[in-house]
């Protein structure tokens, strides 16, 4: 029987077949609150459709296969994405520490990337070489150390997870 990680496909998963994340936390076990407010939200209906592919290209293992039916229940959604002001109002409100700052790293495109933090390079996720882990980078400091969100308030924050965004939600 194969490791799982020889099974894994290179290009999808966080340091390819070789690496694997050295520090790793537990999912966060957050228990969604009602919100008080909807304002500036938009309600989506949810519905039923067809997900996945068949396709050669198609990873069942990242649950990119086979097409099913799904059925998405009536949920609010945020008319805009969440921005690095928004998001910075809720750190200093919580003390809340995202994943990627807890990690110590996380992915930057690699055109983003500069030469001093080149040498900051903990690796790139598999057969996507042009996403580089690169130390210090989190949702401040987007593209690693040398770099903040000053001029960038009103953009989406990124380096931000999923466990995260649950944290933000909630």
């Not at 994340?21 to 407010?37: C, D, F, G, H």
């Not at 928004?86 to 500069?114: D, L, N």
């Not at 990124?158 to 933000?168: G, L, P, R």
């Amino acid at each position: 029987m194969q490791d799982e990680a020889q099974v894994l496909k290179p290009c999808c998963h966080p340091g390819g077949i070789a690496r694997s994340i050295e520090n790793s936390i537990s999912l966060l076990q957050i228990q969604p609150q009602k919100s008080a407010s909807t304002v500036g939200m938009i309600h989506l209906e949810g519905g039923k459709f067809l997900m996945g592919s068949e396709g050669p290209e198609a990873w069942a293992a990242d649950g990119e296969g086979p097409v099913r039916e799904v059925t998405v229940a009536p949920f609010w959604m945020d008319a805009c994405t969440v921005t690095n002001a928004q998001f910075a109002q809720f750190i200093e409100a919580t003390g809340y520490k995202t994943e990627a700052e807890s990690f110590g790293w996380s992915y930057v495109f690699h055109k983003h990337v500069s030469s001093d933090n080149k040498k900051k390079v903990r690796g790139f996720s598999g057969e996507a070489q042009w996403w580089l882990g690169i130390e210090g980078a989190f949702w401040r400091r987007p593209e690693g150390p040398g770099s903040d969100i000053k001029k960038r308030l009103d953009h989406p924050v990124v380096h931000v997870s999923w466990n995260d965004a649950q944290a933000y939600c909630n």
